[in-house]
């Protein structure tokens, strides 16, 4: 069974930095394309960063310059740098991946974390 898991989250002052992953688990074969989303109360899920299986790299434009994905494909994880945080980007992350097990390819399939915390405080 294929799961996904956040962590890194936390409370973090404006101006400062931390980093969240986002670790695959399970009987996977493929992972392409992965994206970080946020979602706040009251608010629609909206990406932050979304990052291909050959490494190619979007942004919304609200965290661009500040805000780096990676993957380290061995690894089957995300991950998610985050710079210069304000209060706005105050939020819950949830990673999002397609993802093939050996079975399903070449089919892939979507799956979501559950989620980690990030509270900016000012």
């Known amino acids: 069974q294929v799961q996904l898991v956040e962590s890194g989250g936390g409370l973090v002052q404006a101006g400062g930095s931390t980093r969240l992953s986002c670790a695959a688990s399970?009987?996977?074969?493929?992972?392409?394309?992965v994206g970080w989303y946020r979602q706040t109360p009251g608010k629609q899920r909206e990406l932050v960063a979304g990052?291909?299986?050959?490494?190619?790299?979007n942004y919304a434009d609200s965290v661009k310059g500040r805000f780096t994905i990676s993957r380290d494909n061995a690894k089957n994880t995300v991950y998610l740098q985050m710079n210069s945080l304000k209060p706005e980007d105050t939020a819950v992350y949830y990673c999002?991946?397609?993802?093939?097990?050996?079975?399903?390819?070449?089919?892939?399939?979507?799956?979501w974390g559950r989620g980690t915390q990030v509270t900016v405080s000012s």
């Open positions: 999002n991946a397609g993802i093939s097990t050996r079975s399903s390819w070449p089919a892939h399939y979507d799956y």
């Open positions: 990052i291909s299986e050959g490494g190619i790299t």
């Open positions: 399970g009987n996977i074969f493929s992972i392409n394309a």
